[in-house]
């Protein structure tokens, strides 16, 4: 191995203002995203995909080895396929895995096993992560890696203006079937991206954000 290269840091971005008033309008910004389970069917364009994608891979990853994959599904059959399968893990859930607990924590989300919304929303981004490189090598902090990528992609959708879901069915090993991933692709998340329905209605709940001192401790 040869010693490292080095380039200068150049091509910064300026928000050319204030790192508070910067920081301030991001924030008037993200807060006004929800995640969406009533999509229209109406159109996103492949490019925009394309460039939501090269946004979340845009994210730090363990050793820069990039342990993601984003299947982004469009076709008809296969978002059916997806569909079925997801609702069948669903009505598994709802009726015998979820503990009542858990039931009783959603309840506020309106959620079922009905999940409509993985035919209507004209995309289906499936995350996922790669435990090992396509070559079989090594992959480092592959969950957190693939955790900021996917934040990512929500924000840069949300400032497209587009609406996402972050959907898990659990066990989502289907997704890896249907969709004819190798063994060392694991799906990691389901994203249901598109415009809202124009009646689309979302939890009262959901809007309620924790006060800034529950969540942040200065020392
Ligand atoms: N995967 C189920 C249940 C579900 C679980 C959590 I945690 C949520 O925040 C929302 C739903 C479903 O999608 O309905």
Known sequence: MGAPEFVPLTDRFDPGVA????????????????????????????????????????????????????????????????????????REFYAHRASPEWLADLEPLGTDPN????????????????????????????????????????????????????HTPSPMGFLAEVLGRPAHEKPFLLVPLGHPADDCVVPKAALVRKPLDETMIIR
């Not at 080895?65 to 399968?85: S, T």
């Open 115 to 166: 999940k409509e919304f993985l035919e209507v929303a004209p995309w289906l981004v499936v995350i996922f992560k790669l435990v090992r490189a396509d070559d079989g090598s090594n992959h480092y902090y592959v969950s957190e890696s693939v955790g900021l990528a996917a934040g990512l992609f929500l924000a840069a959708a949300h400032h497209a203006g587009l609406a996402t879901l972050t």
């Open 19 to 90: 790192p508070e008033e910067a920081a301030r309008r991001f924030h008037d910004e993200l807060r006004r995203r929800r995640t969406v389970r009533h999509f229209s069917d109406r159109a996103v364009s492949r490019e925009t995909v394309e460039w939501l994608v090269r946004c979340a891979t845009t994210a730090p990853s363990g050793a820069n080895k990039q342990p993601w994959r984003f299947v982004c599904v469009q076709d008809r059959e296969v978002k059916r396929a997806i569909r079925v399968a997801a609702e069948k893990e669903e």
